[in-house]
């Protein structure tokens, strides 16, 4: 890695004002200086001053190819802790590549997905906590996840994690001391202390991943599925949720035959939503089909919004809705209240034991309360991102859990009144799988494997 000099576009590939095209590497200023020249002619990059922006052109050998502003970075003072240049050319497709093609053809060679975190990860500039935070602040789908992400940019993550890793090492080192030097170090009592102190960790543990619940929420969003009736005002109401006509509305009954998938944010919650076929009984075979697939659905769903026609009574369908729902997270829209009724709501209520809110599509009512019921059922308290850490990755949940788990040997031990050295072996799994977080201790396989979902140039 350190004898490569890598090159990208860091920018994404459509019309825009600007893009960038970055180089990273021991030859960066070398290359850059190949390609590049000043609005008074021929100007070497390489004695440049860290941290300079300067006005000139791109050159490919006598042809000029791009007016720009290059800044000049010198390592370790960079995000990838090398060597950096990043060319500002203007953004249209044809100029970036032309840029970076010249920029190859002197001596760069193209940049793997993610290559630039991992080089900064790799160089020590970020952990693999952080690193993993910047594709998700890239992905952001609402306010939530961009401020989480952002403090896990800022070493949120890290900061909780090695606090314990330290509890934790500080009593490694002890007991493995008092082993090897049983004059100098006592551990009389010592079991006791030990039980205290792996609570306390195991504690501050748990409620990290009490978040992650809560966490992957906010970064994925909530899988939600509306279910109902044909004709039930299930399309309409993913067009007012939308703000835009994405799904076919008719009086036809049977409109919707396969799912379609939006992301809807409601005021920083973020909705993956299916609108689905309606169901009901039927013979024709594409729309068994769809029914067939609403209800799968329906089984992996966080969230199940059931449409009810307030202005047709309920029938068969509607009890094969209703035991679909059975042990799921619902919310019942009480729709077209625009109409006459012919079901009462509070009969509604009881019947289905779930919350209900009155919602007409055609008057665009109902949508606050919804968005606040959502938020009162999925969010525990006002989420705030003051100190709070969410946990939003999977792989660290699973650490954390492995963390857990080997605190609880420790204690199974103490309680069976096992030799210390037990002690110190579960204390250094627990204080491994932590690390593992962080980045320590982790093969180029699974190394390799995170970074190559990041997109191309970052």
Same mark, same amino acid.
């Given at each position: 890695?350190?004898?490569?000099?890598?090159?990208?576009?860091?920018?994404?590939?459509?019309?825009?004002?600007?893009?960038?095209?970055?180089?990273?590497?021991?030859?960066?200023?070398?290359?850059?200086?190949?390609?590049?020249?000043?609005?008074?002619?021929?100007?070497?990059?390489?004695?440049?001053?860290?941290?300079?922006?300067?006005?000139?052109?791109?050159? #490919?050998?006598?042809?000029?190819?791009?007016?720009?502003?290059?800044?000049?970075?010198?390592?370790?003072?960079?995000?990838?802790?090398?060597?950096?240049?990043?060319?500002?050319?203007?953004?249209?497709?044809?100029?970036?590549?032309?840029?970076?093609?010249?920029?190859?053809?002197?001596?760069?060679?193209?940049?793997?997905?993610?290559?630039?975190?991992?080089?900064?990860? $790799?160089?020590?500039?970020? #952990?693999?906590?952080?690193?993993?935070?910047?594709?998700?602040?890239?992905?952001?789908?609402?306010?939530?996840? $961009?401020?989480?992400?952002?403090?896990?940019?800022?070493?949120?993550?890290?900061?909780?994690?090695?606090?314990?890793?330290?509890?934790?090492?500080?009593?490694?080192?002890?007991?493995?001391?008092?082993?090897?030097?049983?004059?100098?170090?006592?551990?009389?009592?010592?079991?006791?202390?030990?039980?205290?102190?792996?609570?306390?960790?195991?504690?501050?543990?748990?409620?990290?991943?009490?978040?992650?619940?809560?966490?992957?929420?906010?970064?994925?969003?909530?899988? @939600?599925?509306?279910?109902?009736?044909?004709?039930?005002?299930?399309?309409?109401?993913?067009? $007012?949720?939308?703000?835009?006509?994405?799904?076919?509305? @008719?009086?036809?009954?049977?409109?919707?035959?396969?799912?379609?998938?939006?992301?809807?944010?409601?005021?920083?919650?973020?909705?993956?939503?299916?609108?689905?076929?309606?169901?009901?009984?039927?013979? #024709?075979?594409?729309?068994?089909?769809?029914?067939?697939?609403?209800?799968?659905?329906?089984?992996?769903?966080?969230?199940?919004?059931?449409?009810?026609?307030?202005?047709?009574?309920?029938?068969?369908?509607?009890?094969?809705?209703?035991?679909?729902?059975?042990?799921?997270?619902?919310?019942?829209?009480?729709?077209?209240?625009?109409?006459?009724?012919?079901?009462?709501?509070?009969?509604?209520?009881?019947?289905?034991?779930?919350?209900?809110?009155?919602?007409?599509?055609?008057?665009?009512?109902?949508?606050?309360?919804?968005?606040?019921?959502?938020?009162?059922?999925?969010?525990?308290?006002?989420?705030?991102?003051? #100190?709070?850490?969410?946990?939003?990755?999977?792989?660290?949940?699973?650490?954390?859990?492995?963390?857990?788990?080997?605190?609880?040997?420790?204690?199974?031990?103490?309680?069976?009144?096992?030799?210390?050295?037990?002690?110190?072996?579960?204390?250094?799994?627990?204080?491994?799988?932590?690390?593992?977080?962080?980045?320590?201790?982790?093969?180029?396989?699974?190394?390799?494997?995170?970074?190559?979902?990041?997109?191309?140039?970052?």
């Amino acid at each position: 890695m350190e004898e490569t000099t890598i090159a990208a576009i860091s920018t994404a590939m459509s019309a825009s004002g600007i893009g960038i095209v970055r180089i990273s590497g021991p030859e960066a200023f070398e290359i850059a200086s190949g390609v590049y020249r000043s609005k008074g002619g021929k100007k070497s990059l390489k004695n440049v001053p860290s941290h300079t922006i300067h006005y000139g052109y791109i050159y #490919d050998n006598e042809e000029m190819v791009d007016e720009v502003l290059v800044m000049a970075m010198r390592g370790p003072r960079t995000y990838t802790g090398e060597d950096t240049i990043e060319i500002d050319c203007h953004g249209g497709v044809l100029a970036m590549k032309k840029v970076l093609e010249t920029v190859l053809k002197n001596g760069a060679i193209i940049a793997e997905p993610g290559e630039f975190t991992k080089r900064a990860f $790799l160089n020590g500039r970020i #952990d693999l906590s952080q690193a993993e935070a910047v594709m998700d602040v890239i992905q952001s789908k609402n306010e939530y996840s $961009l401020k989480n992400s952002v403090g896990q940019l800022k070493g949120s993550v890290r900061k909780n994690v090695q606090q314990i890793r330290e509890k934790l090492l500080y009593h490694i080192a002890y007991i493995e001391s008092a082993l090897d030097d049983p004059e100098h170090y006592d551990l009389t009592g010592y079991s006791e202390e030990l039980e205290q102190i792996v609570a306390e960790e195991k504690e501050k543990i748990q409620n990290l991943l009490k978040t992650a619940g809560d966490g992957k929420i906010i970064q994925e969003g909530i899988r @939600t599925v509306i279910l109902g009736k044909p004709n039930a005002g299930k399309s309409s109401l993913l067009n $007012l949720l939308l703000g835009e006509d994405r799904a076919i509305v @008719t009086d036809i009954a049977g409109t919707t035959r396969d799912v379609l998938e939006e992301y809807i944010n409601l005021h920083g919650i973020t909705l993956k939503i299916a609108d689905t076929a309606g169901i009901r009984q039927t013979e #024709d075979i594409v729309e068994k089909i769809g029914v067939s697939k609403a209800k799968e659905m329906a089984a992996d769903a966080d969230l199940i919004l059931y449409v009810v026609d307030s202005s047709v009574p309920l029938d068969e369908n509607d009890e094969e809705i209703i035991k679909i729902l059975q042990e799921k997270k619902t919310i019942v829209l009480y729709s077209k209240t625009d109409l006459e009724s012919a079901i009462d709501i509070e009969d509604l209520k009881s019947r289905i034991n779930q919350p209900v809110i009155p919602i007409s599509a055609k008057e665009e009512t109902g949508i606050t309360d919804l968005e606040e019921k959502i938020r009162e059922m999925f969010f525990s308290g006002e989420i705030d991102f003051n #100190d709070e850490v969410y946990i939003t990755n999977e792989r660290h949940r699973q650490e954390l859990l492995k963390a857990q788990e080997s605190l609880s040997l420790v204690e199974n031990s103490i309680e069976s009144g096992m030799p210390e050295d037990f002690y110190s072996i579960d204390l250094t799994d627990a204080y491994e799988s932590l690390g593992r977080i962080l980045g320590e201790s982790l093969g180029e396989d699974l190394v390799n494997e995170i970074f190559s979902k990041f997109c191309m140039g970052k």
